[in-house]
């Protein structure tokens, strides 16, 4: 079991900045690719941004790419999501996800994407964003 805790969620103005954190604790952390959804009011939980378990490969959907960046830190077990530029349509709950690289298919890499691929979540965090 891993058990995922997400912080750093709040209220900002349209324009301004938040770091999400991810801090996991139970299996070994290094195992795990981990990713960030969210799900808006209305909407369908979608994928954000997605690290790989040796940080060394990261993805960010087209809505948030240059804007929001993924991160890792393995010996603290948390991964985190620096948003910048915030607009209201970033406005939702932030889950963390944990995805087994030990037992899961690794390719294409387009599973990373799909939430159905992973393992563990974490109870999501609200991030609004006023205009």
């Known amino acids: 079991q891993v058990q995922l805790v997400e912080s750093g969620g709040g209220l900002v103005q349209a324009g301004g900045s938040l770091r999400l954190s991810c801090a996991a604790s139970g299996r070994t952390f290094s195992n795990y690719a981990m990713g960030w959804f969210r799900r808006a009011p209305g909407k369908e939980r979608e994928f954000v941004a997605v690290i790989s378990w040796t940080g060394g490969s990261a993805y960010h959907a087209d809505s948030v790419k240059g804007r929001f960046t993924i991160s890792r830190e393995n010996a603290k077990n948390t991964v985190y999501l620096q948003m910048n530029s915030l607009k209201p349509e970033d406005t939702a709950v932030y889950y963390c996800?944990?995805?087994?690289?030990?037992?899961?298919?690794?390719?294409?890499?387009?599973?990373?994407?799909?939430?159905?691929?992973?393992?563990?979540w974490g109870q999501g965090t609200q991030v609004t964003v006023s205009s």
């Open positions: 996800a944990a995805r087994d690289e030990t037992t899961r298919v690794p390719y294409p890499r387009s599973r990373w994407f799909d939430r159905q691929e992973y393992d563990y």
